[in-house]
């Protein structure tokens, strides 16, 4: 996966005066050091929190755990087999019950098989064998770099990446001198660009996927089927939560954003949005996560703090902490900054990204 962990044009708003690309990186071990100065499109380079998500948090695609993937990939799958550098056959039952050989050479032939993958018979173009892992190793290659280039390439860089910039600036063009209710300007975008940060790094997906999933799990236990074979259930993916993940990027990448507009259209409904600017002489930091929760309130993320730049943070709070007020530009103090730069630094994992070379003056 070759994507940046956060957008790069995100770090735009940290660049170095008189630089192009570059700001200065903080270890979270040593932040009372000087700051490396780096160009944030190799930001990947000096940091085990390393390009995006997909090399994070997810495990590597294995085309036996991902049959919710799979139904999403009949083009590609297509695609593979088109230039397949194999001969496979698979051994199934026909109408009559009886056993026929059937040649896997498209999508429907693959999924026809399927089940039986680790029966297939497989061999190369001269009628060598190759073990089916092989097989699998090959095809799992090919859809992780397929899958992976469509999220990358089609939503994260020539959809949140493209349009970020636009969006920030149009954030701040909006703030002004106005101290009265803060009007949001594409503010669907920055609630989607904050959403995606957050399904990643606080895996709201997975809190919100895994019930669903054990529900599944406990109607196939009242059909009667023994833990044994929920465990198998399990092991082939049907129960697995990354597949679903994976699928819901992949749809917003072909512009489905179904499921991802229900947490866009929830944060709108739950959030007011302030807009904060730092006084003179402070600046705001971020880092690798740079969505940070300042209050939970019975698990919910009552107050989020979200820096667009080294001079201007967005705050969500929740519409009940509000006393019913809109949102608002707020002119905040020294000490607030310093707060609100000290709960980003304790909850990223290891670097925070900064303007200027030194910080021990803003946490």
């Known amino acids: 996966m070759k994507a940046h962990k956060v957008s790069a044009t995100y770090y735009d708003g940290w660049e170095i005066p008189g630089t192009k690309n570059h700001f200065y990186v903080f270890y979270k071990s040593d932040l009372g050091a000087k700051g490396i100065d780096v160009k944030y499109r190799d930001v990947k380079t000096i940091t085990p929190e390393r390009s995006f998500f997909m090399e994070e948090d997810f495990y590597y695609i294995d085309i036996c755990r991902i049959p919710s993937l799979i139904y999403k990939l009949e083009k590609e799958i297509n695609d593979y087999f088109a230039t397949v550098k194999y001969n496979i056959t698979c051994s199934i039952k026909n109408e009559d019950g009886e056993i026929e050989e059937k040649r896997v050479s498209d999508y429907d032939s693959f999924m026809c098989c399927y089940d039986e993958i ?88 997975k809190k919100d996927i895994m019930p669903i999933l054990s529900i599944f799990a406990n109607c196939f236990g009242a059909m009667g089927f023994k833990e044994s074979e929920l465990e198998t259930i399990k092991e082939n993916g049907v129960l697995a939560f990354e597949p679903y993940f994976y699928g819901v990027l992949l749809d917003a990448a072909r512009g489905n954003r179904g499921v991802i507009s229900k947490y866009v259209n929830n944060m709108n409904q739950s959030y007011i949005v302030d807009f904060l600017r730092v006084p003179a002489d402070m600046q705001f930091i971020t880092s690798t996560a740079p969505c940070v929760v300042s209050k939970e309130i019975a698990g919910f993320k009552a107050e989020i703090y979200f820096p667009i730049s080294s001079l201007f943070c967005i ?49």
């Open 118 to 205: 680790n029966k297939w018979t497989v061999t190369n173009l001269n009628g060598n064998s190759i073990s089916v892992e092989e097989f699998k190793f090959d095809i799992n290659s090919y859809i992780f770099q397929v899958v992976g280039k469509i999220i990358e390439e089609d939503y994260f860089a020539n959809y949140l990446e493209n349009n970020w910039s636009t969006t920030r600036n149009g954030l701040i063009r909006a703030a002004g001198n106005n101290m009265d209710d803060y009007y949001v300007p594409d503010k669907m975008f920055l609630l989607e660009f904050v959403i995606v940060q957050n399904l990643r790094l606080n895996n709201v997906m």
């Open 315 to 363: 705050r969500f709070l929740a519409r009940n902490l509000a006393q019913n007020r809109d949102g608002k530009v707020f002119d905040i103090s020294n000490e607030k900054v310093r707060q609100i730069n000290n709960i980003i630094a304790s909850k990223t994992d290891n670097i925070v990204v900064s303007q200027s070379e030194y910080i021990s003056n803003f946490i």
